[in-house]
Structures are given as structure tokens and as C-alpha cells.
């Protein structure tokens, strides 16, 4: 007994080739006599997962085969929750194998299913039975006995679907066997959908997959120096903001399915010029998610729109932020015009941290340049220093108590406001709204005088105020006494003093560059006590662990930006290079310290021993799409403005 992957079942001594391409993953593998070729891809156009098995018999004898294909039914959040509400069934006219959940209130009606091209001999749709009673899937007792499977479906069973299928091949033939694992809205589409790919070639789909993926990613090539680059950049950058990101939201570490507020904005940005289309429809999406009263869900599930409302101060204001920036890529103002509803719902109390419901819709419609302009409206208010209130958290969620009582300031989010006003300031000209403009304009200023008169701590600027007023990101503080973050944005901004810019990116580099690990930290030292003051959960990650002094490969590439904006090719080339994960696994030491996938970016890297190095959260992060725009736009200077096509390279 074997399988065509490494897992479950892993032959000793045996060799297995693993390949993953955008939209696709290929598994070879040789044992027994026989050679294996595993396909494994989903439909372009339909929610169906294809697995194609190629065997091949390199015998010299004819070979009598059983092959097996087994899933796990989940149909919700947790197997523990739902395995006792899903009915399997054998469908009467395609017989295939269906499965659903009743009890789920948005998807109930949902029929998923798995099929062998109906050659399937024999079924079961019972765990128990195909496991064996303490079995494992690397001896699982369906597959050792004599007797094939009992063909048992129904409800009160433990929830799978195995399916079987027995094929001889004679010596050097070569035969395909062709799982489907897929989901219709109800019976009549999963029966449509298992007949229809049934009698379609699974070759002529996949050619569609390829042929789709590479209509999107080939948009922009660039060819440098540097091959690793090259591969990132001209392929995978997108392929993982676009598939995990904007379509799946979700990944291994990840599976909520829920858009964020302020994530799939800015993964939009990456895709304003391979696909504005779906920047555009996401703009829209995301300006759908505001309250009346001008702030928005934090995250929200589809498709009943259920999410959290809270006191976060920036998730609102990356919506301005990004359509200006769609709209100077695109030169598509008629977006502005677009009218969209708000939301209505239960409102916040001062003490709240965060409320959890679903919204209705308002029968208040207004343009798109209004949502943009009250969110940036209501986030004027400022603190004792002058500088923005980061209510229940910014950009780093994890300091969600650094103003919980409403008067914590950030330094961080002076410097994005600043950005934001005056880039849509530009927008609110363009149609004639010169008041508001105006109003934007002179708060930047004030908050540009507010940020150097409070924030600079004399090498580099502050992170915060706390509510009573102590500094966050200060050479006083035991912990996180330089943030990344505060002084990237200081010259992404262009509002910091640009003496006091490069000596803040020159401490940037002294504290927060460890070259001997190859890492860019967030901010440095961790928390580990934070006895006298409380940041916000981030302290209950351990040290040098995600936003806890590891690197956040997000912020990490913002810092690569600003030495870009400041001319620094070299310095900023370099940091690019140290956050490519194909160099951090070009020996195999640095493959046993990295330990995941060396094609797609990690959302942060562990810092402190016994882990440093060692990679985190991988797929499921906006960092794939800012590397793309610092590697395309800030490093090799391609920018894409309306139908001009403007060169302003800071390469090494």
C-alpha cells in the first residue's frame, strides 16, 4: 500500500518530485513497480478541485490495482462542530457521492461532492469504516482486507467520503484515474457540475488554468540581474496576493475566509495594473463596509456581511489612501461617482472594545468620494500632543491597549494621515471640492508640525503616546524602544525633516537590521514584561515572535521603500534581497532554519533563540503584494499613471 504523495503513507528509500506552478501542484512519484503522476488543480470557472492520476506500470508483470480517493468532510468551521449535521448520499443519477449540511445556515443548501468519473466500485461515506476502529490513514482499514467497501451513506455517521476504484494494467501501460472533489448551489448544479467534467478532457481545462494565470501575471516582466527577483516579481508575487489574499482569504495558518478592512485594500494596490478591474470591484466592496457615522467593520465575512465594529483608527482611512492611488494608476475618476450604501448598526460605546453582528444595509447611497471623505473627516481628532488618536489599535493590532481609553495618540498614524490627506486632497480638486481640500491640507500641516515638535525622541521618532501620556518607541523605554514603522512612513510621507529622515532610517538600520540573521525587526527589544504599561495582546506572543520584535515582513518592506525614496539604491536593494525567501533558502542551512516554503513571502520571521530564522505565518500576508510594488515601482521605478508610462529607478 502506497500513495502518490509523500503523505500519508511514505515509502522508505523512495523519491518523491514535488512541483507547484501558479494554479497547480504536480506530484511524482515511483515505487512498487509502479510510476505515479498526481495533478492536482481547480477550475477557472466552476468550485471544483480536479485530481488526475497517471500510473504507469514499469513492471514487467500485469498489475491489479485498488485506488482509493478519501476526503474529510468539514462543511463549516470545525469538524468537532459539524460532523454530527452532515449527511452523505449517493446520487441516483450521476452517482457520485454527495454531501451536505443542513444545519448551516448560510450554506445548508449546498451540495458538495466527489466522484471518480463514475467508475467508482465501491463507497463509503462512514470515517469508521474506512479508518478502522483506532486506524490511521498511513494503514487504513478499508484498504486492508479482502472485502471492498460496504457502500454505507446516510446521517450518524462519521463523516468522509472514500471512494474505490480497481484497474489493471498490463507491463509499460499507462492509464489516468480522475477524482473530482467540488460543490454545487444545490443538487441539480452539483450534478450538473459532476457531468459536465465528466465528459470535458481534463487537459483542455488545465490548459485554461495556465492560459489564465499567465494572461494576468505576464501584464508586467522584468528581467534584472538578479534571477530570484525575477522569479518573484514576474510570477509568484501575485499569484499569492491575488489567489490566497483577494480570492481565498485564507491559507494554511489561516482559514477564515473573511475580507479585512484595511487587507484587501492594500492588496488591491499590487493589482491596479494586472487587474483594475478587480482593484476597482474591491473599492467598492470595501466602501459598502462603512457606517453612516463614517468608521467601518474591521473584517466582515461573506456573505451575510456579519463582522466586528471597533475603535481602530486607520482601517478606514486606508479606503481614501487606496482609491487615490487606483485612480492615478488607472485614470478611472469616474469611480468617484460611484454610488454606494452604508451600513447601519448597533453603535459603540466609549468603553467597547469591539462589537460582533451583522449590519443592514442603509437606504443612504452616496458617492464613492464621500465614503473616502468621512472617513478622513472623522479621523481629525487629535490628542494632547496634536497628534491622532489610535483608539483600540492601528496598523500593528497587537497595541490595542496603548489608547483604549481614548486619549493614546499615534506617531505612525500622524505620518499616514498626512500621506492620505494630501494625496485625496489632490482628488477633492480635481472635482472642485476646494474647501475640503483646503480643510485636509492645513490639518496635514498641523500634524506635520505636531509629529517634529512631539514625536522625535533625538535619533529617530517616537511610536505612541499612551493614554496617560508616557512614549511608546523611545530611547526610555525597556521595551520597543525603536519601531520600524515610525520612521519608514516618516519618509513615505515626505513630511518628516529630511535630516532628521535619513538619521531616523540610519538608527533603523544600527538597531533593527541584523545582518548576521538576515532580518529586518518591527521594533526592538520585545516585549516580555511591560509591567508598567500594557501594549495590547501583542505581548502575550512570545519574544521575537510575529509583531513581537520578530520580523513583520510587511513593515520590513516599507522600510525597503523609504531607503528607495531617500536614493539609497544600494541600501534598499540589499534589504530586498535579505527578504527574498529564494536566498534565504539557497543552502541547506538556511533550509533547515527557514523550514517553509521558499516561493511565497512569509508574513513574519522568529528572531529570538532557540528560533531565529525560522519562518512563520507563510501565504495568508499583504507583504507579497508591497515586495511587488517595492521591487516593480520603488527599486526598478515602472509607474503606470493614467496612459503615461513614468521611469524613476533607484536601482544599486
Known sequence: MWTPTALPIRVANASYVIRHGQGYSRFEHSSHGIHSDLLQFVSPDDPIKISSLTLTNVSKRTRHLTVAAYVEWVLGASRSVTASHIVTELDPITGALFAYNPWDVEFGQRIAFVDLLGQQTSWTGNRAEFIGRNGSLDAPAGLLGVRSLRNRVGAGLDPCAALQTIIKLAPNETTDCVFLLGQGKDRDHARELVQRYRATEVAATFAKVTESWDKILTKVQVKTPDRELDILLNRWLLYQTLSCRLWARAGFYQVGGAFGFRDQLQDGMALAVARPDLTRAHLLRAAARQFAEGDVQHWWHPPSGRGVRTHFSDDRIWLPYTVAHYVKVSGDTNVLEEKVAFLEGLELAPEQDDVYFQPTQSLQHVSLFEHCARALDISLKTGVHGLPLIGSGDWNDGMNRVGYQGKGESVWLAWFLITTLTEFATVADARGDKQRAMNWREHAAQLKIAVEAEAW?????????????????????????????????????????????????????????????????????????????????????????????????????????????????????????????????????GVYAYKVEPYVLAADIYSEHPHARRGGWTWYTGAAGWFYRAGVESILGLHVQGDQLVFNPCIP
Open 457 to 589: 525622541d533625538g535619533a529617530w521618532y517616537r511610536r505612541a503616546y499612551f493614554d496617560d501620556g508616557s512614549p511608546l518607541g523611545s530611547a526610555t523605554n525597556a521595551e520597543c524602544r525603536i519601531d520600524s514603522i515610525a520612521q519608514s512612513w516618516g519618509v513615505i510621507s515626505g513630511a518628516a525633516d529630511s535630516e532628521r529622515a535619513q538619521r531616523a532610517m540610519n538608527s533603523m538600520r544600527e538597531y533593527l537590521v541584523r545582518y548576521g540573521d538576515d532580518l529586518i525587526l518591527l521594533f526592538t527589544p520585545p516585549f516580555d514584561k511591560a509591567e508598567q504599561r500594557d501594549p495590547g495582546y501583542i505581548k502575550s506572543y512570545p519574544r521575537g515572535v510575529r509583531e513581537n520584535g520578530g520580523q513583520y515582513t510587511h513593515a520590513a518592506i516599507w522600510s525597503v521603500i523609504a531607503y528607495a525614496l531617500l536614493g539609497e539604491g544600494d541600501q534598499a536593494a540589499e534589504l530586498l534581497h535579505i527578504l527574498n525567501p529564494i536566498k534565504r533558502t539557497a543552502t541547506r542551512t
